[in-house]
Structure formats: structure tokens, C-alpha cells
């Protein structure tokens, strides 16, 4: 770490305090960015510090420390001596730790809560991450007062002040160890409960004024009071209906004189809403309708609050704060494992009453829900002798048959509408089974390689039958699931001789010409629908075979390069005999991959006479007229569909074609790609190591990747398309054209424009003037693999195919997730935004927030997809508004270099590397 200065700057405060700013050298942002997340490390700096204030400053009440890394503000840390403690220096007060809690009591809400705090649901929910609107009493909760993403030299003590809190009260609501906090940090601000929660008790009621309790609202106030709205609204000024738990209301004289003993209209009623309710079911439970309601309670949406009060109009039935006098007789709560169905039956109703009772328009419960229980049914409920509880391995049919039920009478009993079960899940067993049940005889117990067959096999009854006896849909097992074993079997099992287990580079073709059946005796002794195996997997072996079986003279495993057409050239059989006896379906092979090799061709194959590795640059055509052979025959040779290749892919050069043409030798240049070594490049081009050494003047044999090498008179030098290249046009200058619209419009640097027409910044445009514009043709790099990027040079070649104001997709190597970026400035690298808020939050979640750390990334532009670098703090100048950042991100590509100081970042040129498969 090295301090290259440090000053002293006065703050904001009524007792004379300062702030240190401390700035690191560039190199030092490892360090700077350990501060955060290292004790040990933030304890040496601050000692460091401490020793500038006692050397410089001694007098000086420092309060806080500033980190600054090239210019941006990096951190900020609290800081305290024995003199001026952290709590002091920060105008803390001892803050009881329940003093931003609100405890919730019977009766509460997170609506009625919100009502008194004057907040929402949400917020609340967001404030102490629920995921439900559920609360319990003594349940204690933050009231969000706002939520602040903290800005540059912002820290806690400022932000309460700003929100008049205390720092203790901030780190108690946001689980905060230290003082400690980051730039684009959210913070929750909580409401102080102790200072204005409101009082639960209410005062002795005078004959003018009413208290607000929890779940009024003034339609139900004014009718109590046989007043109005509008008057009691006029009495209070209030601009809205809208009033909180614990407010004090003046009643209009005219009924003040009255308690509320609901002197309301005689046909008039209160109903507090419960859970599962809604407008249409209260309506038809009071005999109403839906309309009536809204306009009695001024609802302008059928949206309902769990303890909201409602007036009920014309109800005809004596007032009841609490419930209205129904049908009901009781409730039910539910628990962990019920089912409407069980309810239902626990309870002698129809699942349908039960249904039609609590409003529901599924069967779907959860738990803590209360159900109204009708006091009788509408249909007859079938008795029930007992339950029973799901555990791992069981399925409907076992638990049927274990009971002597059918699996239907089971399903009905339970209202199920599959035969899907979960662990723990307690299930309503009837009395009596409505069709007979097989008796069992046995279980077993899956275990790892078993298939059904081969468990039919191997207790004497068919598959079938034992697909039945356990309810199954399909031949899937699992490991540890119960099989019921039925006594008899409706069809002869063909016998077992013996077993086989699949190792690597097995196919079931392989295996069955091994032990002399055919393929398919094999997959139906196995029950299997097509011809893929798992390693492990435990095969049975039939007794005799229905086909006869080609014999077999020998094995092949694949190497890197192989392809199916090489391999069958090789051995003297043709591709389709190959893939015939390996039960192949298409061409492709996998390195290590055991193929069975037959002992006849059944066509001829054409003689090989030698192999050729592709190499950066070549095309099919290319290789053909090299080796003198047409492009269809190297195709048919070869096996290709099309015409593209990659780089490293071995290709099998036919010997039936005219006499190969003499290649005339010449000196050419190549660059050097991922992989090359002094040695593979001097044996593709025919030269010695020595030449290439002597014609470059190597001290050593370490290349670079893309190193240029003079190849002096070689052979199979590379055609010119995998070059870049440089062509101009010309433009006639128009009104309001300007240098740099016409660098963004054309994709070059500002800078270049100006050289190539010998300008400056200060020359001036005229209308009709003709300026040269570079066009930079930049060829497609070989990748190391499908999941790299090319490596491009930032100078010379990325910032062309990525220039200011193009759009990209940018893909973490790491996480696999995407978002997109645009280019607006930069010149050193590129300089980025995000698009939109959701590219942002995608961002964030990569590098958990705002971050100056490095990551490998592919950017895709254009279809081409690139090996870069990228840091997410966004920082300076922004050219995209409301897209959630403010500023701009780095991206960085190969030789990209620092905009502070013009040197390369290597934390930056490594993740490159890394994306470009090359580390």
C-alpha cells in the first residue's frame, strides 16, 4: 500500500469535526477493495492513519477517513481515538435495540399496521423480508420510514441526521456489524416505534370525540354515530377518509351525545373481515348484494383486508361488531398435512359444502388457514376408519393394497385428482374398497442399476404386472422406492441366464453382439424404449437370441480428431456397416468412446493415403486444391455435411485423385494462435525450427499468442482471409456535421479521423468538404473452443468491431448469465452502460452489487463473440438515463490500458485471458 498524499477537509457538523482523505496509488485497488471485507486489513490502514492525525493534525477532531483510488472516492470508514470516541463523533445516542421494533398484538394486521404507521403492506414486507401477509402477535417488526441507496461520501452518521435518526438505530435495522457503508448499498430507515407508536389504550370517551381503533373507518364510525361522513370529515378537517389506530375524531354535536352503541339504521350491520373472505361471499352470507356493500363502505375495488370492518346494509340481524350471525357452527384451522377432502371428512360435510362454504375456487389450503364449517352437508360423506401417513418409498397403489382398498376408493376418499403423493402427507382411509384388490405377497426395495424388467425377472411375474400392482404410469424407478410384488404373474418371463453391467464406451449394440443376442431380445429382456445407457446401469442378459448376430474381429477407441468416416477407412469397412454394428444413430463420436469394429465391409471403401490437421485460415476448398483432390471427394471422404471446419480438425486426404500439384515454396507471415509451439508450426509449413528461429531473431522458443512470424520459404501458407485489412471512403461533409458525430457514425476513433485527414480538435468543418474515412476490416480469430471468445487487440481490432454507440450482449463466464451493454465513450477501453433497470439488476446479482473487481466475460456483437473484461462500478460522465446506474462501467480487451495513468491493468488483461480460454 503506498499513501501518495493526504488531506484534511472540514465537515458539516456543529462541533468543529474533520474528514482525512486519504489517496492510494492506482495499483493499490486490491487493497483498497479488502477494506470492506478485512478486519485485519482495515486495522492497518487506520493505524497508518492515526499516525498522519497524531504527526499532522493533533489538535484536530477527525471523524471519519476517506479512501480515493484514482481519483474516485472509493470508501469511507468511521474513525475514533481515545479522545473522540466513534459514538461522540458521530452524535450517536444509546439506542435501546427494540426501540425501531413494533410488537405486533391480537388483532393486528401488516394492513391495519400499515394504516396506523401511514406506510404499505409492501414496504413493510420489504423492510422484514416476508413472504406472506401473515403476522403473529408478539411478533416484532421494523416500520420502514424510507429506503436510501447510499451515494458517494455518504455514511451513517449523515444519514441520520438527514432522516433524524441514530447510526444505532440504522445498524440494528439493517444487521449491520460497523459504520461501514458502500456505495450503492440500500439501506432500510426505520420509524422510531418508542417515539410515536401509538397508545393501545383508550381514553375515557366523552360524549364529543371517538378514539380510532384498529379496523375502523369513517362510513362505520359515522353509522354507529347515526351521522355522516362528510360531517365528522368537517369536523376534523380531514381531506380523505383515511385515519389511524389511536386518532382522536370530533363527533358532530348533533350526535355526540351518543356511545357507540351502533344507533345506525335497524337493518344495519358490522362485519370484520376474516381470512378467506371476499365481497361476493359476504354478500350472499347477509343476503345483500355486492353493489350495496361498496356503496355503504364507499370501496371503490373489491379488494378486502383481513381485519377490515364493514357495514353490512340491510341485513335484518341484530348489529354484531365482531361476526355476523350465520349458518356456521364452528371453525377449523388448518394444519400440516390436511386436505380439503380430509376436512371434509373429519367433519362429516361434502367437500363441496366446505368448498362453497369458505368461498374457495380450488382445493388449495395453507396452513394456518381458517376454514367455516357448515353446520350440515349436502351430500353424504363416506365414513372413515382411519388415516394413514405418507413416508419415502410409498405410492398410492402399495398403500391401497396395504389396506385392502382399491386404489380409486383411496383416491376418491382423499379427493386426489393424480396419484402424486408427498412424504409426511396424512391420507383419509375408507372403510370399504369398491373392487377387489390383488393380494401381495412381497415388497422390494430399488436399488441402484435395477430396471422393472429386470426386478420382474427376477421374482418370476411380467412387467406388467408388476407395472399394475404398483400404479405405475411408466417404467422410471428411483433409488430406495417400495415396489409391491404381486403373487402371480399374467404372462410367462423369459428366463435369465445373466447379468451385465454397462462400463464407459459400452452401447447396447456392443454388448449384445459380446454375449452373442441380438439388440432387441437385449432392450426388451430389459423393458427399455430406446438404446441409451447410464455407466453402472445392470443389464439383463436372455437366454437365447432372436436375430442372428454379425460376429465381431475387433474394438477401436475414439481419439481426438477421429470421425466415423476416418475410423471406417482405417479398418477396410464401409461407415454405414460401422455405424450399424455400433447402433449408432448419427456420426458423432466422443473422445474415449469404445467402437465395435465387424469383420466385413459390405461396400467398398476407398484407400486413405494420408491425414491433414486444419489449421487458422483454411477453408475446404483450400485444403482440397492443395492435396489435388476435388472438395466433394475430400467432403465424401470425411463425412461432412457442409463445409465448415475448426481449427485442429484432422481430415482424411483421399488417395484416388489426380497427381498432387507442386506447391511453389515463398516467404509469408503468420500469427501465431492458442496452442502453437516453434516445433507444430515448423512441421506445417515444411520449414526447420532454426529457419523460423534465424528468420525472427528468437533468443527463445516462448511465442505469444499473436505474435507475427516471418515462415521463410514454407509450403501451406495460409491464405490472406484470416487477415485484417484497411480500405477508405470518402465523405462529403454536410450541415451540422461535426469530427465526433462523424467518429461515432463511421466506428473510429476520433483521433484517427483527425490524423488521416491532417485536422486538429480546433479545425473547422465546411459544408462540402471531402474527408477520408479509414474502413478497418478486422478478420474472425480462431477460438480455443466453443465456450471462448476470439482475442482480439484492443488498439488494433476490438475497438473497431465494438466502437462508440454499438450495442452488445454481454454473457459472465462464471454464472452463465446474460444482459446487454451499449458503448458511449472511452478510448483506452471501452466505456459502458447498461440498457435498461433489468440489465442492471441482472448485473448486480453477477457481482453482488456495485463492484471494481474483475470478471471474464464474452461480449457478443455482431454476431462474433469476444474474450474481454469487466468491472461493474459505474462512475463519471452517463449518457442513459433511468436505466438504475449513474455513470459508466469498464470493459476491457486485450492491451486495453487504464484511462488514469495509460498502463495495462493486469487483474484485467488476466480475466481477458480467461474468456479467450487461454488460462
Given at each position: 500500500m503506498e499513501m501518495i498524499k493526504h488531506q484534511l477537509t472540514r465537515l458539516d457538523s456543529p462541533d468543529e469535526q474533520f474528514a482525512l482523505t486519504v489517496h492510494l496509488d492506482p495499483h493499490d485497488f486490491e487493497f483498497a477493495s479488502e477494506l470492506d471485507r478485512d478486519t485485519g486489513t482495515k486495522k492497518t490502514f487506520l493505524l497508518s492513519c492515526k499516525k498522519i492525525i497524531d504527526n499532522h493534525y493533533p489538535t484536530i477532531k477527525v471523524s471519519v477517513v476517506r479512501v480515493v483510488v484514482s481519483g474516485l472516492l472509493?470508501?469511507?470508514?468511521?474513525?475514533?481515538?481515545?479522545?473522540?470516541?466513534?459514538?461522540?463523533?458521530?452524535?450517536?445516542?444509546?439506542?435501546?435495540?427494540?426501540?425501531?421494533f413494533y410488537e405486533a398484538g391480537p388483532g393486528d394486521s401488516l394492513w391495519t399496521i400499515s394504516r396506523t404507521f401511514n406506510t404499505t403492506v409492501e414496504l413493510i414486507k420489504r423492510a422484514n423480508h416476508l413472504t406472506s401477509d401473515i403476522v403473529q402477535p408478539g411478533q416484532r417488526l421494523i416500520i420502514p420510514k424510507a429506503f436510501h441507496?447510499?451515494?458517494?461520501?455518504?455514511?451513517?452518521?449523515?444519514l441520520a441526521r438527514n432522516y433524524g435518526t441514530t447510526t444505532a438505530a440504522l445498524r440494528e435495522a439493517n444487521h449491520l456489524s460497523s459504520d461501514t457503508v458502500r456505495i450503492g448499498q440500500t439501506l432500510v430507515i426505520p420509524t422510531m416505534v418508542n417515539n410515536n407508536r401509538p397508545s393501545t389504550s383508550q381514553p375515557a370517551q366523552k360524549t364529543d370525540t371517538y378514539t380510532v381503533k384498529l379496523g375502523d373507518s369513517l362510513s362505520v364510525i359515522a353509522r354507529q354515530y347515526g351521522t355522516t361522513t362528510e360531517a365528522i370529515r368537517k369536523a376534523n378537517h380531514l381531506s380523505s377518509d383515511l385515519i389511524r389506530a389511536g386518532q382522536v375524531l370530533a363527533i358532530p354535536s348533533d350526535s355526540g351525545n351518543q356511545e357507540p352503541t351502533f344507533k345506525i339504521q335497524p337493518t344495519d350491520q358490522v362485519y370484520t373481515v376474516v381470512a378467506g373472505d371476499h365481497l361476493s361471499l359476504i354478500a350472499s352470507r347477509f343476503d345483500t348484494t355486492v353493489e350495496a356493500i361498496r356503496q355503504a363502505n364507499h370501496l371503490t375495488s373489491n379488494t378486502l383486508q383481513i381485519g377490515q370492518r364493514l357495514v353490512i346494509p340491510g341485513a335484518n340481524l341484530s348489529p354484531n361488531l365482531t361476526s355476523p350471525q350465520t349458518s356456521q357452527a364452528k371453525t377449523y384451522t388448518v394444519v400440516s398435512g390436511d386436505s380439503l377432502s380430509v376436512i371434509a371428512?373429519?367433519?362429516?360435510?361434502?367437500?363441496?359444502?366446505?368448498?362453497?362454504?369458505?368461498g374457495l375456487s380450488s382445493d388449495l389450503l395453507r396452513v394456518g388457514q381458517v376454514l367455516n364449517i357448515p353446520n350440515g352437508a349436502s351430500s353424504p360423506v363416506q365414513s372413515v376408519s382411519s388415516s394413514y401417513t405418507v413416508v419415502s418409498g410409498d405410492s398410492l397403489s402399495v398403500i391401497a393394497a396395504r389396506h385392502g382398498v382399491s386404489t380409486s376408493d383411496l383416491r376418491s376418499a382423499n379427493g386426489l385428482s393424480s396419484d402424486l403423493l408427498r412424504v409426511g402427507q396424512v391420507l383419509n382411509i375408507p372403510n370399504g374398497a369398491s373392487s377387489p384388490v390383488q393380494p401381495v405377497s412381497s415388497s422390494y426395495t430399488v436399488v441402484s442399476?435395477?430396471?422393472?424388467?429386470?426386478?420382474?425377472?427376477?421374482?418370476?411375474?411380467?412387467?406388467?404386472?408388476?407395472?399394475?400392482?404398483?400404479?405405475?404410469?411408466?417404467d422410471l424407478l428411483r433409488v430406495g422406492q417400495v415396489l409391491n410384488i404381486p403373487n402371480g404373474a399374467s404372462s410367462p418371463v423369459q428366463p435369465v441366464s445373466s447379468t451385465y453391467t454397462v462400463v464407459s464406451g459400452d452401447s447396447l449394440s456392443v454388448i449384445a453382439a459380446r454375449h452373442g443376442v441380438s439388440t432387441s431380445d437385449l432392450r426388451s429382456a430389459n423393458g427399455l424404449t430406446s438404446d441409451l445407457l447410464r455407466i453402472g446401469q445392470v443389464l439383463n442378459i436372455p437366454n437365447g437370441a432372436s436375430s442372428p448376430?454379425?460376429?465381431?474381429?475387433?474394438?477401436?477407441?475414439?481419439?481426438?480428431?477421429?470421425?466415423?468416416?476416418?475410423?471406417?477407412?482405417?479398418?477396410?469397412?464401409?461407415?454405414?456397416?460401422?455405424?450399424?454394428?455400433?447402433?449408432l444413430s448419427s456420426d458423432l463420436l466422443r473422445v474415449g468412446q469404445v467402437l465395435n469394429i465387424p469383420n466385413g465391409a459390405s461396400s467398398p471403401v476407398q484407400p486413405v493415403s494420408s491425414t491433414y490437421t486444419v489449421v487458422s485460415g483454411d477453408s475446404l476448398s483450400v485444403i482440397a486444391a492443395r492435396h489435388g483432390v476435388s472438395t466433394s471427394d475430400l467432403r465424401s471422404a470425411n463425412?461432412?455435411?457442409?463445409?465448415?471446419?475448426?481449427?485442429?480438425?484432422?481430415?482424411?486426404?483421399?488417395?484416388?485423385?489426380?497427381?498432387?500439384?507442386t506447391e511453389v515454396r515463398k516467404t509469408f507471415t503468420y500469427t501465431v494462435v492458442a496452442g502453437d509451439s516453434l516445433s507444430t508450426i515448423a512441421n506445417r509449413f515444411n520449414v526447420t525450427v532454426d529457419s523460423i528461429r534465424q528468420a525472427n531473431h528468437l533468443k527463445s522458443d516462448l511465442l505469444q499468442v499473436g505474435q507475427r512470424l516471418t515462415i521463410a520459404e514454407g509450403l501451406n501458407a495460409p491464405t490472406q482471409t484470416s487477415l485484417n485489412s484497411l480500405s477508405y471512403k470518402t465523405h462529403t461533409v454536410r450541415s451540422g456535421d461535426t469530427i465526433w458525430d462523424l467518429s461515432v457514425q463511421y466506428g473510429i476513433p476520433q483521433s484517427e479521423l483527425l490524423r488521416v485527414n491532417r485536422l486538429t480538435t480546433s479545425s473547422r468543418l465546411s459544408i462540402g468538404q471531402q474527408l477520408t474515412i479509414p474502413v478497418h476490416h478486422i478478420a474472425v480469430k480462431p477460438v480455443k473452443s466453443p465456450s471462448h471468445g476470439e482475442l482480439l487487440d484492443w488498439w488494433t481490432e476490438a475497438q473497431y468491431v465494438f466502437p462508440i454507440g454499438k450495442t452488445a450482449k454481454v454473457t459472465d463466464i462464471a454464472t452463465g448469465k446474460s444482459f446487454h451493454i451499449k458503448r458511449t465513450i472511452g478510448a483506452n477501453h471501452a466505456d459502458c452502460e447498461t440498457l435498461t433497470v433489468n440489465d442492471t439488476n441482472i448485473a448486480r446479482s453477477i457481482w453482488g452489487g456495485f463492484s471494481w473487481t474483475p470478471r471474464a466475460i464474452l461480449l457478443e456483437v455482431d454476431g462474433r463473440r469476444l474474450a474481454a473484461s469487466m468491472s461493474f462500478m459505474p462512475h463519471d460522465v452517463q449518457y442513459i438515463r433511468n436505466n438504475g446506474i449513474t455513470g459508466h462501467f469498464d470493459v476491457y480487451f486485450s492491451n486495453s490500458t487504464r484511462h488514469v495513468d495509460g498502463r495495462a491493468d493486469a487483474t484485467h488483461q488476466a480475466q481477458v485471458e480467461r474468456a479467450a480460454g487461454l488460462r
Open positions: 472509493f470508501t469511507t470508514i468511521p474513525y475514533a481515538t481515545s479522545s473522540v470516541s466513534a459514538q461522540s463523533s458521530n452524535g450517536d445516542a444509546t439506542v435501546q435495540a427494540n426501540s425501531i441507496t447510499v451515494a458517494v461520501g455518504e455514511y451513517l452518521s449523515i371428512a373429519r367433519h362429516g360435510v361434502s367437500t363441496s359444502d366446505l368448498r362453497s362454504a369458505n442399476g435395477d430396471s422393472l424388467s429386470v426386478i420382474a425377472a427376477r421374482h418370476g411375474v411380467s412387467t406388467s404386472d408388476l407395472r399394475s400392482a404398483n400404479g405405475l404410469s411408466s448376430v454379425q460376429p465381431v474381429s475387433s474394438s477401436y477407441t475414439v481419439v481426438s480428431g477421429d470421425s466415423l468416416s476416418v475410423i471406417a477407412a482405417r479398418h477396410g469397412v464401409s461407415t454405414s456397416d460401422l455405424r450399424s454394428a455400433n447402433g463425412g461432412l455435411s457442409s463445409d465448415l471446419l475448426r481449427v485442429g480438425q484432422v481430415l482424411n486426404i483421399p488417395n484416388s485423385t489426380p497427381p498432387q500439384q
